[in-house]
């Protein structure tokens, strides 16, 4: 029996973290502060999307995208940040990301984000 999709939200921005889990609550979205947590989370619990900030104290989004590719190719992952660059955008979108959003965004993008990768998935989220 497949579970309802669950986005989890890394972000070490309480604000940040807390927006994007009143506007994706439809997904049943998690939310930790940083890249050592979501990984723990990654490997105990399914997940069907992450959201993760690129700039984090300890491990970054680069190298929670990093591990998350190693460990299941098919969790998508959408990086969000405030330093973004055509390069930093590049090298995500290289290492495997499914988006890459640059703060401050709206809610109507990062919905739109959300929606193309899980009907992709062929995941909606529950009403």
């Known amino acids: 029996m497949k579970t309802d999709p669950r986005i989890l939200v890394v972000d070490d921005e309480a604000v940040m973290r807390e927006f994007l889990l009143?506007?994706?609550?439809?997904?049943?979205?998690?939310?930790?502060?940083?890249?050592e947590k979501a990984w723990q989370l990654?490997?105990?619990?399914?997940?069907?999307?992450?959201?993760?900030?690129l700039k984090m104290p300890g491990m970054d989004g680069l190298e929670l995208l990093r591990r998350i590719k190693q460990y299941d190719e098919d969790i998508p992952v959408i990086i969000i940040t405030g330093y973004?660059?055509?390069q930093t955008s590049y090298e995500c979108i290289r290492?495997?990301?499914?988006?890459?959003l640059k703060k401050p965004f709206t809610i109507s993008q990062i919905r739109a984000a959300v929606d193309k990768v899980m009907q992709?998935?062929?995941?909606?989220?529950?009403?």
């Open 22 to 35: 009143e506007i994706l609550e439809n997904y049943q979205p998690l939310g930790v502060e940083d890249g």
């Open 42 to 53: 990654i490997q105990s619990q399914e997940v069907s999307l992450v959201i993760s900030d």
């Open 84 to 86: 973004a660059s055509l």
């Open 95 to 100: 290492r495997g990301a499914a988006g890459f």
């Open 120 to 127: 992709m998935r062929g995941e909606q989220a529950s009403d």
